[in-house]
């Protein structure tokens, strides 16, 4: 049987073409399909550091490194030549057959490396889902033969993000997709989130707010029983449910409260991770030392699909000296190639010192500009942490007041980011960013100049509709 030629399709197509074959065949993610079908995807064809360009040759400031994952920028030669020389050398080869390829090894120990020193081993996967689906796995065989096996309850945060898979999307706190699907799966349970705009008192400061917020954990664990609790799970600072930066006060009683009933802590570093925060991972910003924390994205600045779990010396241990085989993996897990673009991906971070530049220079610079966005008539909080931010839209500044969600004024105005050319994202209403790390100070003032513009844009629409 012949397979027939066909000529590159890529330089061929109008937008309108790609749109129509899209809308025929692709299922896109978290999307409605008939809405998006109906209007339309944005083809989006090239990038160059912190811009990308669309097929009608549109630039555009990407805010938010593609889904919080580009962390180098676009168009990095040497993680581009990585997985090149991989590809040739040695596509695939698995880890299940007491076998290894040189990336995975090295990308194990630098990853050893950079991360506090008690985190000396990692288990490889392909994504930040696959990662905490992991962590359900594991937390439960350590309790296992730990001889706890009544330990099972994992808890979570509403609002929490920690993926889309069965395990990850239960350990998560999205009411949308828990009303799908019959989730959360059984023995996962959560609280609520550390956000003080939303849930903090008017009478109360942040650090009061923070401890009241992690003392919900102590509730929880009692409620439940503290011998069946497994774990607690958490983002240092809580992305997709709308960069909520918790009080200082909020982790290290997270992290006394577990030691006090002996549940291990897991930090879901997949958005905190690799420097987004100004320091190699969130919990060393945020001040707490977890047993396991979960990876992806910046791992390998998604150049190529890569998570894992860096595993602490606590769980290690009798994991490795007690456990026996552990039942679960992947094909993926260690892909050479994904290894081999993750180191490059590493040294570049640590050549262009990414992490000091976002701690230093690039994080204080952008706090102090979403600082003066508070002078805004909309703008009722703004929050940053390294290179992640949040500008939460309101009606009534000093009541704490939100528009009414149906009318979706974070849309309104995120579609004047994307007219604007700037990826800018709503959660609700409050609109949020995370740069790639590479960005400069002229950079993040081109980037302010747009959210201003989109914000005036956004406030011109409530008042000509009449919501303000
Ligand atoms: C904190 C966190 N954990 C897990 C995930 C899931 O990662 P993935 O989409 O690679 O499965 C995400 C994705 O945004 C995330 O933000």
Redesign the pocket.
């Known amino acids: 049987m012949s397979i027939t030629q066909q000529a590159p399709r890529t330089a061929t197509r109008s937008t309108k073409e790609w749109q129509q074959a899209d809308a025929r065949h692709f299922l896109h993610p978290f999307t409605d399909f008939a809405a998006l079908a109906k209007k339309g995807s944005r083809i989006i064809t090239r990038g160059e550091g912190i811009y990308l360009w669309d097929s009608e040759d549109n630039k555009i400031l990407d805010a938010m490194s593609g889904?919080?994952c580009v962390n180098v920028g676009y168009g990095q030669q040497s993680l581009i030549d990585a997985a090149s020389k991989q590809m040739k050398e040695l596509p695939f080869y698995n880890a299940f057959f007491q076998t290894a390829t040189p990336p995975s090894i090295e990308l194990a120990e630098v990853l050893a490396e950079i991360s506090p020193a008690h985190f000396q081993h990692v288990f490889f996967t392909s994504?930040?889902?696959?990662g905490?689906d992991t962590i359900v796995r594991m937390v439960r065989r350590y309790w296992d033969v730990s001889g706890k096996p009544e330990r099972q309850v994992i808890i979570g945060r509403h609002n929490g993000?920690?993926?889309?898979t069965m395990a990850?999307a239960s350990l998560g706190g999205m009411s949308g997709m828990h009303a799908q699907g019959g989730l959360p799966i059984p023995n996962i349970t959560h609280i609520e989130q550390p956000h003080w705009f939303e849930l903090g008192k008017p009478d109360q400061t942040r650090d009061e707010f923070g401890l009241q917020a992690a003392r919900w954990l102590e509730e929880k664990i009692l409620s439940v029983g503290p011998e069946k609790v497994a774990a607690f799970i958490g983002?240092p600072v809580q992305?997709?449910g709308g960069v909520i930066v918790p009080p200082a006060t909020y982790w290290p009683e997270i992290q006394r409260i577990c030691k006090k009933y002996d549940v291990l802590l897991v930090s879901?570093e997949?958005?905190c991770g690799f420097g987004r925060t100004g320091e190699w991972f969130g919990c060393e910003t945020l001040g707490f030392e977890p047993d396991l924390m979960?990876f992806?994205?910046g791992v390998s600045s998604g150049y190529i699909p890569l998570?894992g779990v860096m595993v602490g010396d606590r769980v290690a241990k009798v994991l490795i000296e007690q456990g026996g085989e552990f039942n679960h993996g992947f094909t993926y897990s260690g892909h050479p190639v994904a290894c081999a673009v993750a180191l490059a991906n590493i040294a570049l971070i640590r050549q262009l010192n990414l992490v000091s530049h976002v701690k230093h220079n690039v994080g204080p610079y952008m706090a102090e500009q979403f600082a003066l966005l508070n002078e805004h008539p909309l703008v009722g909080e703004t929050q940053t942490c390294g290179l992640m931010g949040a500008v939460q839209i309101v009606k009534d500044k000093a009541a704490r007041q939100t528009f009414d969600a149906a009318l979706e004024v974070g849309m309104l105005c995120r579609g004047h980011c994307f007219d604007n050319g700037l990826i800018m994202r709503a959660v609700g209403d409050r609109m949020i960013v995370a740069p790639p790390l590479v960005i400069s100070k002229p950079q993040i003032d081109e980037m302010m100049t747009l959210i201003r513009r989109s914000l005036d844009q956004t406030l011109a629409d409530v008042h000509v509709r009449g919501w303000l």
């Not at 994504?127 to 696959?130: A, I, T, V």
């Not at 993000?161 to 889309?164: A, E, L, N």
């Open positions: 889904l919080w994504s930040g889902s696959e905490n993000y920690h993926g889309s990850g983002e992305g997709a879901d997949v958005i979960t992806a994205k998570g």
